[in-house]
């Protein structure tokens, strides 16, 4: 059905960086996508304490034959930051920190959230995702959100407007594609937008996925309301899909394994 899985620390959310990682490259299985490929690991927010360069460091010191990468507002610094591409200007010093981090990883993408509406425009987003490039010095991948919130969210999804982030809607994705700059496919948000809007807009979903600029796609199952991170245990609407990402991108599970499954019942 597809090829290498590779995956998320966002599996082993809650845990410190190296316990997740040592999960992650002891070797982890899924019912779908079967056993996941460690030769490739991200880093994501989830880890309870601080990434920093020296972490990064003994890292690659511990783990050589692994190729680590950030994603998102990862803890680089001491003091939490929920910097997105939208508020780049509010939060260059932890952009620069994260660039420190990502060239001692040897990282070669970096991806990020789009965030709140409220802080600008999706041309702001696009305009960051540039400068965030040639700071990291390497591509930056742009993820989307979904209606009513996103994984990072400390809101319940009850407490946000749908439109409350950006890159929400199949029309901003469509415009996204668009841009040409490099992107992030997550499936399980575009489940959700599909859920809320009531349209599977395949053709786009599959344009998206076989673009040269889709530099990553994230892969776990949810019940179409909020981004719940489940593993899937079944095979999603999207799957017939896959045969068509480009060979360039990196395709990460991000289903929890500290959880139970989702019944299927």
């Excluded at 575009?190 to 599959?206: C, F, K, P, T, W």
Aim: with cysteine.
């Amino acid at each position: 059905m597809i090829r290498g899985v590779h995956p998320s620390l966002a599996c082993w959310p809650g845990l410190t960086h190296w316990e997740a990682a040592e999960r992650a490259i002891a070797g982890a299985h899924e019912p779908v996508w079967g056993d996941l490929d460690a030769s490739r690991v991200q880093i994501v927010p989830q880890g309870r304490d601080v990434f920093d360069v020296a972490t990064a460091a003994a890292f690659k010191a511990r783990w050589p034959q692994v190729a680590f990468r950030l994603h998102a507002n990862v803890r680089v610094q001491q003091q939490r930051c929920l910097a997105d591409l939208v508020n780049f200007n509010l939060h260059v010093d932890w952009f620069k920190q994260a660039a420190r981090v990502h060239a001692a990883l040897g990282a070669d993408v970096y991806s990020a959230h789009a965030g709140r509406r409220s802080q600008g425009r999706l041309s702001d987003v696009l305009d960051a995702a540039r400068r965030c490039a040639d700071l990291f010095g390497s591509p930056v991948a742009i993820e989307g959100h979904y209606p009513g919130g996103d994984a990072a969210s400390l809101l319940p999804p009850s407490a946000l407007p749908a439109d409350a982030y950006l890159l929400s809607t199949w029309a901003e994705h469509a415009e996204l594609l668009a841009s040409g700059l490099p992107f992030v496919v997550d499936l399980s948000h575009l489940n959700i937008i599909a859920s809320q809007s009531g349209a599977r807009e395949q053709g786009l979903v599959r344009e998206l996925l076989a673009s040269e600029a889709c530099l990553e796609v994230h892969l776990s199952d949810n019940d179409g309301r909020r981004d719940s991170h489940w593993i899937c245990a079944s095979t999603p609407w999207w799957a017939d899909l896959l045969s068509y990402i480009n060979p360039g991108a990196t395709v990460f599970s991000e289903g929890n394994h500290l959880k139970p499954q989702r019944s299927l019942s």
